[in-house]
């Protein structure tokens, strides 16, 4: 998979070396000599993946570090911190700040690839999710981005799989501080807990007794309900091997003992952040596509949604001959109701209609808002005989009980005429069945409303 790799570094000889490897992989390499141009390339979307040298005159790399990941423009992409110094505290501080990981001088060629792969990997997930999500603020909504950065990575529900009594007390003790964690011994039972507990993270030791946890983490990849779960790999100083073997198929990072405390929780809280941006965006494109397909008032499914959704419905029905009605149905006298109790009054009137249409719907029907009060229920599978009983029984449904609107105060009666039309074998598409039903509603109500009028089948 090839990206663009931002290099960050104020000599020109540490930029020439790492150019030259990531040149080689086939990587297209931007390169920036100080933090402020850094951030102006990360700004206007230069960049995939950042390989940031921690000391640099003027704003150092921590620095640069902080203010990408504080800014919802560029807080998705992954940093990687590369220094001369290879201490606790210094890792802990780019931890802090923000960085997915490091790589200390010189630096290791499996090393370096394998984690911009790695990290590619995870960036190509968030793009797609972040661009779609973006369309919540040009509809109004929450900026989920800014929502997404402003996480602190606390509160996580994490499980630990591990097996050594002296692992889970240090580990389990430090991460309770902040999170909620479940310890699990039995890799087998934690393949079973983590679907069903909602974990946002998962520690598993790779040199757990008389099973290969990094099959562990393979199967917990693998399944559909812990796919995005956050992976991290507990392993020993002489199993880097399978460590990079690990973040090749997705485990999102490791730790090597002896563990120290400060940086579990700084990778930890990395990693929750991360997985907490992400499904930030999910919620948002979700929001996204429900809003541009659903009736803001009512929540049901507006015209758009039906003009999608009833073409393939007629057609299978034509396909394999099978029954599809068109139910169309409109509030008696409606105007009235708003012109004697207010606009609002009406609208509730219109939640409470819908929602009780809605309960006389099975998951294969199509209900939609098609027009003032009028709402369309398009139902696969049935003859006429039957689309008139469910119409009926929706009829004597909404004129069973007023409404009752304005926080309890007045009850308001309502009924419904509804026009039922079947698919005939010379319609030649929706509209033929919908104009039907329309021509049927309007009989019903020169008939005297409160009533189903049917076309001919």
């Known amino acids: 998979m090839s990206a663009r790799v931002l290099i960050v570094d104020d000599l020109y000889p540490n930029v020439r070396l790492l150019e030259t490897k990531l040149s080689l992989e086939y990587y297209d390499v931007v390169v920036a000599m100080n933090g402020p141009d850094a951030l102006t390339i990360c700004e206007r979307g230069g960049c995939d993946v950042v390989l940031l040298d921690v000391m640099m005159p003027g704003m150092d790399g921590f620095e640069v570090c902080r203010r990408l990941k504080s800014n919802p423009n560029t807080a998705h992409l992954p940093v990687v911190m ?17 960085a997915d990981d490091f790589l200390t001088k010189p630096i290791d060629d499996t090393a370096l690839m394998t984690r911009v792969r790695s990290l590619i990997r995870l960036k190509a997930v968030t793009d797609e999710l972040r661009s779609r999500a973006l369309a919540t603020r ?59 507990a909602g974990f946002e993270v998962a520690l598993v030791s790779l040199d757990l007794e008389n099973f290969d946890g990094l099959r562990l ?42 563990i120290d405390r400060n940086e579990l929780m700084a990778r930890v809280r990395t990693q929750v952040r991360r997985r907490r941006f992400t499904e930030t965006l999910r919620g948002a494109l979700q929001a996204s596509v429900e809003l541009a397909v659903t009736d803001d008032l009512t929540g049901l499914h507006n015209r758009r949604y039906l003009d999608r959704q009833i073409g393939p419905v007629f057609g299978d029905a034509m396909l394999h001959q099978k029954g ?134």
């Open 82 to 98: 590369v220094t001369a110094l290879d201490q606790p505290a210094d890792r802990l501080r780019g931890l802090d700040a923000g």
């Open 138 to 196: 040009s509809l109004g909504g929450t900026d989920p981005l800014a929502l997404a950065a402003a996480d602190t990575g606390e509160n996580a529900k994490i499980l630990l799989v591990e097996d050594r009594a002296s692992a889970i007390d240090r580990i389990g003790t430090a991460l309770s501080q902040h999170h909620r964690v479940t310890v699990e011994t039995d890799p087998h039972r934690a393949l079973v807990l983590a679907p069903e």
């Open 217 to 258: 983490c393979s199967q917990l990849r693998s399944l559909d309900r812990t796919r995005n779960l956050s992976l991290i790999m507990l392993g020993e100083m002489d199993e880097k091997a399978r460590i990079t073997r690990g973040l090749d198929f997705g485990v999102n990072d490791y730790l090597l003992r002896p």
């Open 324 to 457: 599809l009605a068109c139910l169309l149905l409109d509030i008696d006298r409606f105007k009235s109701i708003n012109d004697t109790w207010g606009h609002e009054a009406g609208d509730e009137v219109l939640r409470a209609f819908a929602e009780r249409i809605r309960q006389q719907v099975r998951p294969m029907d199509i209900l939609a808002r098609y027009g003032g009060e009028e709402i369309v229920m398009v139902v696969p599978g049935v003859d006429l005989p039957e689309a008139q009983a469910i119409a009926e029984r929706i009829r004597e449904r909404i004129g069973a009980a007023p409404f009752t609107v304005q926080r309890g105060t007045r009850d308001i009666p309502v009924t419904v005429s509804i026009g039922v039309a079947v698919r005939r074998p010379t319609d030649t598409s929706p509209a033929d069945i919908l104009g039907r039903a329309d021509a049927a509603l309007y009989r019903a109500k020169d008939a005297g409303r409160n009533r189903v009028e049917a076309a001919a089948a």
